[in-house]
């Protein structure tokens, strides 16, 4: 274990012929996190221990990135990379830009979402909805989408709304607002008529006393009062909507450009400034200008580049701090650092999180035997996860395989799941309620045991036997479910502090862990003489700091690790810790 710090050594090769090349190499060695909860954590000795604290560049992944107010959380993926049915790079629809769109395909039902990671991504009233639209056929399908399908946990309450084209093979343009019941909707339909092949500039608004308008090229089409109800769950779809548990599907044919979404009812004079500017070759302002400047939450242009394959080894590293030297890593759609983490002192002031889609993102935490239990082999999977309203899928937060264990939320229900392989048991109460908690699943070798948040929440007698697996394991995702619209079972939310331990935690060690991360008490710190007039520093957690002066300033030791031997110098030395 060398310490921690930068190092840099000269690489020779020689080949059969004697030739030699050199080059300088550096070598990173990461301290270890110092919170009390990675104390804690660290002291049962962890065969992986990923706390998730990383803050690197995402890996490449198809994106149409959001302009508006609400910024990075509001981007949208493609989770089906260089999809046959979505055709990228096309021109679009302004006459003063050559910013391209997006072609889309029903026939594939294939789509872009903007994840749920926060509750301004429900659309509720009031609302505009702008979008530029060429058709290619009649057949009815959704250019935006909200819900449509069974509402949060598979419930008979369906809500949102669907901003779509066409239907009854009639060339008009549809808005259609759910509410209370099954497949209850209400609607406000343009007349038939417009020409497949053409674009048309398409606005929606919705208004609190339920009053909602459609305007085409800047005139008025359709309005009336239509009943609403917002939906809780479904991501925000573009291509595509009426989400049913794992998908989509009223894919519409046509391409979509400059896809916009408001907080407020535009104007009709801000509506026919939009269209102006999309139509007049040498407007004053530019049309995105003109967009922005109404303050839209959701602005996509459309523009994502045509697809170029990743190489694997951009996506950036999930350090593992445990006895194993696998290292994990974060896949497209995965965002290192990208929201808060829990809120509780024993994990520093600032903790941070990865967010997690629920439709194709996760942390591949790779393999290591260790991970693969066999029958009998007590051990343990540990993780602090925050559920989005979720839809009736299964989502795992982390996973070794169908034929070995995992850990889930039940979305139909919001009930923890712990498989251990030999049987499995669910808790009593639901955990997808948007708060942040702490969850452990136990195999001793005879009983599984479900924690949460340092408590019991259920235990049986363990069935069956181990199968084991091959496969890698995941953070967030099961590596058997990853096929998108059909079995994924990725979780929809955020996770951090993920561990895995090759004996079975009793409920004490669990307990201390949450009450370290919630409770901490203060660090312990002592200093023992050594020859040479030289003292060793011992600590429990924190970051070890120094100063010249007893009043500071104090910066933190560089390269310090436990024990940490004070160098002999002739200068006075102040030592103090830092309790996160």
Request: hydrophobic letters at 40%.
């Amino acid at each position: 274990a060398a310490t921690p710090g930068v190092y840099s050594f000269d690489v020779v090769i020689t080949n059969a012929y004697g030739m030699t090349t050199g080059s300088i190499s550096t070598l990173t060695v990461l301290a270890q996190p110092t919170t009390a909860s990675a104390a804690a954590i660290r002291n049962l000795d962890p065969a992986g221990y990923w706390p998730l604290q990383e803050t690197n560049s995402p890996a490449p992944v198809m994106i149409e990135t959001n302009l508006g107010s609400l910024g990075a959380p509001g981007n949208a993926y493609y989770p089906n990379t260089n999809s046959p049915y979505i055709t990228l790079g096309v021109p679009g629809a302004l006459a003063s830009d050559t910013d391209t769109a997006a072609t889309f395909n029903s026939g594939g039902q294939t789509w872009a979402f903007v994840p749920r990671s926060t509750p301004a991504l429900t659309i509720a009233p009031p609302f505009t909805l702008e979008a530029w639209f060429k058709p290619q056929n009649s057949v009815y399908g959704v250019i935006l989408g909200e819900g449509g399908g069974a509402s949060l946990n598979g419930g008979p309450t369906y809500g949102g709304f669907q901003f779509g084209w066409a239907g009854g093979n009639q060339t008009r343009f549809e808005l259609q607002l759910y509410s209370y019941g099954i497949n209850k909707f209400a609607a406000i339909d343009t007349p038939s008529g417009y020409a497949t092949g053409n674009w048309y500039h398409y606005v929606a608004t919705y208004d609190t006393a339920s009053n909602a308008v459609i305007y085409i090229n800047d005139v008025l089409a359709a309005a009336g009062k239509l009943a609403f109800v917002p939906d809780t769950w479904s991501p925000l779809t573009i291509g595509n909507g009426k989400w049913t548990g794992i998908s989509a599907a009223r894919g519409v044919s046509g391409t979509i450009d400059e896809l916009a979404v408001y907080t407020n009812v535009l104007s009709a004079a801000e509506i026919a400034a939009h269209f102006a500017a999309g139509t007049n070759a040498n407007p004053a302002t530019s049309y995105k200008q003109t967009i922005l400047n109404d303050y839209p939450l959701l602005y996509y242009r459309m523009d994502n580049p045509v697809y170029v394959t990743p190489n694997a080894a951009e996506s950036p590293m999930a350090v593992n701090y445990g006895s194993t030297t696998v290292e994990g890593a974060f896949l497209p759609g995965t965002v290192p650092g990208g929201v808060g983490g829990p809120a509780v002192p024993g994990l520093g002031p600032a903790p941070i999180a990865s967010p997690m889609n629920g439709i194709f993102s996760c942390i591949d935490a790779g393999y290591d035997p260790t991970f693969n239990p066999a029958t009998g082999q007590p051990f343990t999977a540990f993780v602090w996860f925050k559920g989005n309203p979720a839809d009736n899928r299964m989502q795992t937060l982390m996973g070794h395989g169908s034929n070995s264990w995992s850990l889930a939320v039940n979305g139909a229900n919001g009930r923890l799941v712990w498989n251990s392989g030999a049987g499995s048991i669910t808790s009593s109460s639901a955990y997808n309620d948007g708060g942040w908690h702490q969850s452990a699943g136990v195999y001793d070798g005879t009983e599984n045991y479900l924690y949460v948040d340092g408590a019991l929440a259920a235990s049986s007698p363990a069935t069956g036997s181990i199968t084991g697996s091959m496969d890698d394991l995941y953070v967030g995702g099961d590596p058997d479910f990853t096929v998108i619209g059909l079995n994924e079972r990725y979780f929809a939310g955020a996770l951090a502090q993920a561990a895995f331990f090759t004996n079975a935690l009793s409920s004490t060690q669990i307990q201390s862990i949450y009450l370290a991360a919630t409770a901490p008490t203060p660090p312990a710190f002592e200093a023992l003489t050594q020859s040479s007039n030289q003292l060793e520093l011992n600590w429990t957690y924190g970051t070890l700091q120094t100063s010249t002066n007893v009043l500071g300033p104090y910066l933190n030791v560089i390269n310090q690790e436990v024990p940490f031997l004070v160098p002999t110098t002739n200068a006075q030395q102040f030592f103090r810790l830092r309790s996160y």
